[in-house]
């Protein structure tokens, strides 16, 4: 029996485990999209009898904004790159080396495409020169009968 000869048993468990894989990350994302719906449903649901009733339509809570750290990812990916390439370089592996350059430039794509959002979301700045001062609120002459 040589090194790569795998018995039926041995095919059997790799099919398994592949098979198994992708049924539980298809089950995952399946929860999620039922759960997207359910809520969406319930949302709707809840302004309906709100419209019905004559009262204030809640907030909605699905567009509710999360706090978004720019740069992070880029940054966690970048550090990771540039530790790979480091052990490489120590280790004498010049295959590592290699492998950190993924990590190092996806990390250097997310810093930047996290400068040019921030630059394109940026408010524009607006001259404060340009306005005057408004004018005194007009007065009535005072009627003296």
Known sequence: MGPFEVGALGILTGLVFVAGSLAV???VVLAQIRTRRVRAEML???RMLAIEKGIPIPP?????TRKRRPYVSGLIWSGIGLALLIWGLIGDDKDLNGFGLVPLFIGIALLVGDAVSAKKAAPPKISTEAYREAPAPYRAPDNPS
Request: charged share 35%.
């Open 25 to 27: 990350v298809l089950v």
């Open 44 to 46: 709707h649901r809840e």
């Open 60 to 64: 909605d809570y699905l567009e509710v």
